[in-house]
């Protein structure tokens, strides 16, 4: 009789476990491989990233099926990141990236970077090295630097020593920049007067685009160009924040 109930209970967990993961389908593989964890800070990881909470699932950069909760057929196509062919193999990573990171992606193109990348070179920076594996969360500007400084040492002859320097600054500055913009967000929403909120939205969005475009030139580690887009969406943040604050004190 027990032996009964346990397998009632069983076939009933069995209808609806799929169902529930059915509403939530980027969460597939992660939901099987929870359970049975073999690598489980790389899920945690994941599972905290912009990629977990955007339903961004396993299967957008390793492949496989995430439609199916068979071990065999979920796998199929998955190759070895060793593999020259796997999407997260490291030459792979910056294309594998760029499928949802256009912008990113087509700057890097343009640096010297991806030309020793594709040479063979093992030691250039990629996507993961800045960015985590999974995490997609960016250095901090010191930890770049240490990183930027395992080719770019000032004992290396032509290795360019102010480089490291230079993307700690860059980073610095993007991050400086986009704080202010934040401030400026919810001073924008409190604005009742419709016309007036559009119009300071609109200067938000002046202010947002030579950030976006300094990101862009940092990912092509165009230092110059970028440190000009920095400083102009510095101040046309500024600016706003200003306006914003005299618009308040009326």
Same mark, same amino acid.
């Given at each position: 009789?027990?032996?009964?109930?346990?397998?009632?209970?069983?076939?009933?967990?069995? &209808?609806?476990?799929?169902?529930?993961?059915?509403?939530?389908?980027?969460?597939?593989?992660?939901?099987?491989?929870?359970?049975?964890?073999?690598?489980?800070?790389? &899920?945690?990881?994941?599972?905290?990233?912009?990629?977990?909470?955007?339903?961004?699932?396993?299967?957008?950069?390793?492949?496989?099926?995430?439609? @199916?909760?068979?071990?065999?057929?979920?796998?199929?196509?998955?190759?070895?990141?060793?593999?020259?062919?796997?999407?997260?193999?490291?030459?792979?990573? %910056?294309?594998? #990236?760029? @499928? #949802?990171?256009?912008?990113?992606?087509? *700057?890097?193109?343009? =640096?010297?970077? &991806?030309?020793?990348? +594709?040479?063979?070179?093992?030691?250039? %920076?990629?996507? @993961?090295? #800045?960015?985590?594996?999974? *995490?997609?969360?960016?250095?901090? %500007?010191?930890?770049?630097?240490?990183?930027?400084?395992?080719?770019?040492?000032?004992?290396?002859?032509? =290795?360019?020593?102010?480089?490291?320097?230079?993307?700690?600054?860059?980073?610095?500055?993007? +991050?400086?920049?986009?704080?202010?913009?934040?401030?400026?967000?919810? +001073?924008?929403?409190?604005?009742?007067?419709?016309?007036?909120? +559009?119009?300071?939205?609109?200067?938000?969005?002046?202010?947002?685009?030579?950030?976006?475009?300094?990101?862009?030139? *940092?990912?092509?580690?165009?230092?110059?160009?970028?440190?000009?887009?920095?400083?102009?969406?510095?101040?046309?943040?500024?600016?706003?924040?200003?306006?914003?604050?005299?618009? *308040?004190?009326?």
């Amino acid at each position: 009789m027990l032996k009964t109930f346990a397998r009632a209970i069983l076939l009933l967990l069995f &209808l609806l476990v799929p169902l529930q993961w059915a509403s939530a389908q980027g969460t597939r593989c992660a939901d099987c491989h929870l359970a049975n964890p073999d690598a489980p800070g790389h &899920l945690y990881a994941w599972e905290r990233s912009a990629h977990g909470q955007n339903n961004v699932g396993c299967e957008a950069c390793h492949g496989g099926d995430a439609t @199916t909760f068979e071990s065999f057929a979920a796998h199929r196509g998955i190759l070895n990141s060793g593999n020259p062919s796997s999407p997260v193999n490291r030459r792979n990573i %910056p294309r594998t #990236c760029g @499928t #949802c990171h256009s912008g990113p992606f087509v *700057a890097f193109q343009n =640096s010297r970077h &991806l030309a020793l990348l +594709q040479a063979g070179n093992q030691d250039v %920076p990629v996507c @993961t090295t #800045c960015h985590s594996a999974v *995490a997609a969360q960016m250095l901090s %500007p010191r930890a770049l630097e240490v990183r930027c400084q395992r080719c770019h040492a000032a004992d290396r002859p032509g =290795s360019h020593p102010e480089f490291p320097a230079l993307g700690r600054r860059m980073l610095e500055t993007i +991050q400086e920049v986009r704080t202010l913009l934040r401030e400026a967000q919810p +001073q924008i929403r409190r604005i009742r007067d419709a016309e007036l909120r +559009q119009r300071f939205e609109e200067q938000y969005r002046q202010a947002e685009v030579p950030i976006i475009e300094a990101v862009n030139f *940092a990912h092509a580690f165009r230092y110059e160009a970028s440190e000009e887009r920095r400083a102009v969406s510095r101040q046309r943040a500024e600016a706003l924040l200003d306006q914003l604050a005299n618009t *308040a004190r009326r």
